[in-house]
């Protein structure tokens, strides 16, 4: 079990930038695939972003793609996710999430059905 605290969020103009950080702590010892998820009022849960335990192998949901990097620090036990030209449809409340193993299970990561989540950090991007 890991936990994870993200940090970076706040209110930024469109077409501006944001990088927001998430913090593992806790079983660190072990490996884990780490990404993000986002939600706005009354819109379902969406996928962002996925990075596997070591960092070589990255996806992105269609809504995001071309405008962020997510990467990680293994020396740090912490993730990333840059974002670029943010748009209005961009604020929701960003969630970081974690998966034991290596490798990316696409299954668990479309469905959110993964082993820890933290609390999320607002993102909003005004016109």
């Known amino acids: 079990q890991v936990q994870l605290v993200e940090s970076g969020g706040g209110l930024v103009q469109a077409g501006g930038s944001l990088r927001l950080s998430c913090a593992a702590s806790?079983?660190?010892?072990?490996?884990?695939?780490m990404g993000w998820f986002r939600q706005a009022p009354g819109k379902v849960r969406e996928f962002v972003a996925v990075?596997?335990?070591?960092?070589?192998?990255?996806h992105a949901g269609d809504s995001v793609k071309g405008r962020i990097t997510i990467s990680r620090d293994k020396g740090k036990n912490t993730v990333y996710l840059q974002m670029t030209s943010l748009k209005p449809e961009d604020t929701a409340i960003y969630y970081c999430a974690a998966d034991s193993g290596q490798f990316v299970k696409l299954s668990a990561w479309r469905t959110g059905n993964l082993g820890s989540w933290g609390q999320g950090t607002q993102v909003t991007v005004s016109s």
């Open positions: 806790g079983d660190t010892f072990s490996t884990y695939v």
């Open positions: 990075i596997s335990g070591d960092g070589t192998v990255t």
